[in-house]
Each structure stands twice: as C-alpha cells, then as structure tokens.
C-alpha cells in the first residue's frame, strides 16, 4: 500500500514538472513573438518617420511587402494615384483597411511576386494592415 502511494506520489510529480515546462516554454514562445512584434513595430515607426514627406519620384505609389513589414510603411499621394503593393515575402499577405469603405485597399491574398494596386480616388489617411500579420500597419495619405 506504501509504495502505491508513493508511486501515485511520483507520478503527480512528473505530471506537474512537464506542465510546469509546458507552461514555461509557452510563455517563453509568447515573450518572443512579443519582442519580434515589437521590434517589427519599432521599424515600422522608423520608417513612418523617415517617409513623412511626399516625394516627386516615381516609386511614391509602389510598395514593397518584405520581411513582414510594409516599405515604405507611410506614403503620401495625390487623389487619383494607383498605389501597387509587391510581395517580396515567401508567404501571401494581404493590404487590407483599418475602415473598410469602397474608397479603401482591400486586397485577397497577395501571393510571392504578386501584386495588388488600388487607386485612391478620395482624399483621406488610410491606415491599413495584413490581416494574417495584425503587427503589418501601414499608412496612405491622399492629398487633393
């Protein structure tokens, strides 16, 4: 009887120990999606920052999608303009609206090396995102 209840003693030992591990390599996989989401967000800021004014080159209505981020992240356009959006990334993304409106991108699934345009025919800021990658924010601004 002694060494059942020993045995039975082990066992709620051994189950604890691996939930106890479980539960720490879950926040330890939370803790580093975190800290990628931030970093992501720190380079999206930098580049928001860095493309806060308008260009005259011919590349101010292409975006690039690479490395889970939107490049440049912030744009200013013209009402009128077609923005194109290119995936450089292995895996589909989407440029989808913060505000879905008719006025607004609203993409299906972009895959490698395909593209999506959208003309902005309204003046307006749209925020917009990649709705399998929430922490993938951009910004268009439409100016008359």
Known sequence: MKSRSMLTTVIIVVVVLIAAGVLLAMRKSDNTKNQNSSNMSSMDMSKDQSSTTPSTSSNQNTVTIKDFAFNPGNITVKVGTKVTW?????????VTADNPSADAPASDN???????????NKAGTYTYHCTQHPYMKGKVVVTE
């Open 86 to 94: 290119t995936n450089e990334d292995s895996i589909t993304h989407t």
């Open 110 to 120: 972009i895959g490698k090396g395909e593209s999506y345009s959208f003309t902005f």
